[in-house]
């Protein structure tokens, strides 16, 4: 086992920041999250808080002191706090620009300070819009942005990028396709489970149910950006970007996804379905990423996409408070 | 000649927005011009401000309130405004992200309440990168980002297809190579008159001489964007974005520029370089765009590049109190 390495994790109390936490505390490495509350729960650091490896400080991304001064010390980021909620953007416009771009700023600037380097970087396939190419490669054409998420997600991106040229980075940007599993906060299974509750006669379904997605496992997206940064320990002071599509190499579409949840809650509802390719402005359709270069490194998803369905739902049923929370 | 239109034009008093003032109040519309005199030039305007279709507001883009009284009753919006020197990121960080990307958000913001949906922007063949296609398509690969400048230019352009997707804005973006021309005020032929001007017996020049780069006169650049737009006139309530790349269908060494300004000067200095095959950090030494789209639609370029760095070597000659200031 290498050396331990004290990671500083924005939005360390998130779904997929607080199970990093967890991993890299299994590793044996140091953890320091930084958060906000904003989305981020304090029930997800209850595994962590265990360790006396993890340090919480409490802290926005837009406030530069405090972020400033807990970062001191760490050794590499990994910068996970965002707006990730796509679908709102048009009634708070402001919100990926600020928590977003801004924040990714403000956290290059803080490593600056600081003298760290290394960056992993949670991007997302939104940053794509409604890419040309199925699946779609991390080269793909210059996209054409469909959301005010997905502008923001590339904004970051070429900031990171920009400081790798600049100041010598080493950044690795993950494009993701939506995570699903435990913590899992926000996302059509929650919005499912928690109409469901509310009413097990009905479903209503944004769109016309025929969106295409692929997902991923939360802890398959964390293996695979621990294996990224793993690989990176075995190079030479490495520097400039990486990029990776994160995602299972397959699809699937969302009533069948709604047929899978109702199957597992034992319900047999009416379902209903909004109509339109979309279910919001700005959804992408067909959302499957070509992973292959992610593939080639040795890693692979241990959940197949209906596997990381079913795992949402039983971990939602066991955790009411989450649905009943929002 | 169709009705008049009032344009809003943010960087009014710069070396683009003068230039597309003056073409627009020659063509009968209404002008109100934006800037905050950071980069723009009072004498640029004295052509304009001879017109009563002419208005000038003394504001920054960063000032949402006065931004958004400014633009009220315009009908487009030619957002032109930004920090256009790239060389200089890494020296001001937070520089591209405030003037560019937010000022782009803001802009954006005050055409939403202003119920303006019509925005032609200046974007950069920089926010491409260093493109691995040259001539470089619209269409090209993401980016990997080599400035802060490209990046935010990059940015503007997601948070504008954005609006056009979620607001039904209509954009226009366009990604120039460097201009050249009257009023031009910064770049290699601004630096190499100006040092010639002081000693004229050496020449230094950034990197090796041999990064290849194509240019476009500002006459040519204004026309394009006047061409594009007029465009629209003959289509029916058109939304969405739009790319054109624009330059000219070739390009130069940047030795043979400093060539052609040494003999338009009638000067034979000692040529001195920094070497290296970048003039900075983010320099892309092959700028080079495929301009087959706007070539399409049946707009030209009435320059070439000689003959745009002689008209510009002029312009400095005759106006040396521009060289002066900086």
């Known amino acids: 086992m290498p050396a331990p390495v004290r990671y500083f994790v924005t939005g360390g109390a998130g779904f997929l920041g607080s199970n990093l936490a967890d991993a890299l505390l299994a590793q044996g490495h140091e953890v320091v999250a930084y958060d906000n509350f904003s989305t981020g729960q304090r029930e997800f650091l209850e595994q962590a808080s265990r360790s006396d490896a993890f340090r919480l400080v409490e802290g926005d991304v837009l406030d530069v002191q405090r972020l400033g001064a807990a970062m001191k010390g760490c050794d590499f980021v990994f910068h996970l706090a965002a707006n990730a909620d796509i679908r709102f953007g048009l009634e708070h416009p402001r919100r990926?620009?600020?928590?977003?771009?801004?924040?990714?700023?403000?956290?290059?600037?803080?490593?600056?300070?600081?003298?760290?380097?290394?960056?992993?970087?949670?991007?997302?396939?939104?940053?794509?819009?409604?890419?040309?190419?199925?699946?779609?490669?991390?080269?793909?054409?210059?996209?054409?942005?469909?959301?005010?998420?997905?502008?923001?997600?590339?904004?970051?991106?070429?900031?990171?990028?920009?400081?790798?040229?600049?100041?010598?980075?080493?950044?690795?940007?993950?494009?993701?396709?939506?995570?699903?599993?435990?913590r899992y906060p926000h996302g059509h299974v929650f919005d499912f489970v928690r109409e469901l509750r509310r009413d097990p006669s009905r479903l209503r379904i944004l769109g016309d149910g025929r969106q295409r997605k692929s997902y991923l496992h939360v802890q398959d997206c964390v293996e695979a950006m621990l294996h990224v940064v793993r690989l990176r320990t075995a190079r030479e002071a490495p520097h400039g970007v990486q990029v990776y599509h994160l995602g299972c190499p397959e699809y699937v579409e969302v009533k069948d996804s709604a047929r899978w949840i109702c199957e597992r809650l034992g319900l047999d509802p009416q379902l209903e379905y909004s109509g339109g390719q979309r279910g919001w402005v700005g959804d992408n359709p067909f959302v499957y990423l070509d992973v292959s270069k992610i593939l080639a490194t040795g890693w692979k998803p241990r959940h197949t996409i209906k596997q990381s369905i079913l795992c949402t739902v039983d971990w939602l049923v066991a955790n009411p408070w989450l649905l009943e929370r929002r």
């Open 96 to 182: 990926d620009l600020e928590q977003n771009t801004i924040a990714t700023f403000n956290v290059l600037e803080a490593m600056r300070n600081n003298g760290i380097r290394g960056i992993a970087f949670s991007s997302s396939a939104a940053a794509l819009g409604e890419p040309s190419i199925v699946p779609t490669p991390e080269d793909c054409p210059v996209p054409v942005q469909t959301s005010l998420y997905g502008a923001s997600k590339m904004a970051c991106e070429g900031m990171i990028s920009s400081y790798c040229e600049g100041f010598g980075f080493e950044g690795y940007v993950f494009r993701f396709v939506s995570l699903l599993g435990d």
